[in-house]
């Protein structure tokens, strides 16, 4: 299969990639908040200093909105993000009677990924990172690397949604291969499958990729 072939030649230009314990589910779902519009560095940062501030996710539940926006301001939207992380606690808070997300991992991926959904503002992506990151469940976050990459293979149609794009590819890659193929399109997004200026000539799938000539040869 094609997408086998894809895998295998991304794991070579790339190398292994293995699971490990990353955050706990909380953890994660403020950190994935936290890295919506910005860098890396910026969302790092922001995390660290929203732990140093506060120490523990009840207080940041019980802060005011303000306090929270001004301990997370290297990541931008500051107001914005603060108010949707204190809405998303309280909401845990009041669904589990408190800030716990652990019993998610007794849950098959679609129960896991309903319940997550009915976070405030938590979408596909979001709730994906918590079940592959956290839990290490098949869940494959669809970010901006990842949908122009699968896109520019034609692995999914330029006019399908990002929702969309979780499903589809979500059933087409094994599901012991989802942690490996996120991290390896997110890389090769970075490195060579640019958004401007594809750097087609040094791709290991150019073999493979539709796009590979014309519009971006």
């Not at 909380?26 to 969302?43: E, P, R, Y």
């Amino acid at each position: 299969m094609r997408i086998e072939e894809i895998i295998r030649l991304l794991k070579k230009e790339y190398g292994p990639r293995r699971w490990k314990p990353d955050r706990d589910p909380i953890s994660t779902l403020v950190a994935t908040v936290l890295s919506q519009n910005t860098s890396d560095v910026n969302s790092h940062r922001a995390f660290d200093s929203l732990v140093a501030a506060f120490g523990n996710w009840e207080i940041v539940a019980a802060a005011d909105t303000d306090e929270i926006a001004r301990s997370i301001k290297a990541g931008g939207l500051a107001e914005i993000k603060a108010r949707r992380i204190k809405l998303i606690l309280q909401e845990i808070q009041c669904l589990q009677g408190r800030l716990d997300l652990s019993f998610l991992d007794e849950l098959d991926i679609a129960e896991a990924k309903a319940r997550l959904r009915k976070l405030p503002g938590v979408g596909p992506k979001t709730a994906a990172c918590v079940l592959l990151f956290s839990l290490g469940k098949p869940a494959l976050p669809v970010d901006t690397h990842v949908f122009r990459v699968a896109g520019r293979l034609g692995l999914i149609d330029s006019r399908v949604s990002v929702e969309r794009a979780h499903e589809i590819l979500e059933n087409l890659v094994p599901p012991e291969k989802v942690y490996e193929f996120h991290l390896h399109m997110v890389e090769h997004g970075r490195k060579i499958c640019k958004a401007q200026r594809p750097r087609c000539q040094l791709c290991i799938l150019r073999g493979l990729c539709p796009s590979a000539t014309g519009a971006y040869g």
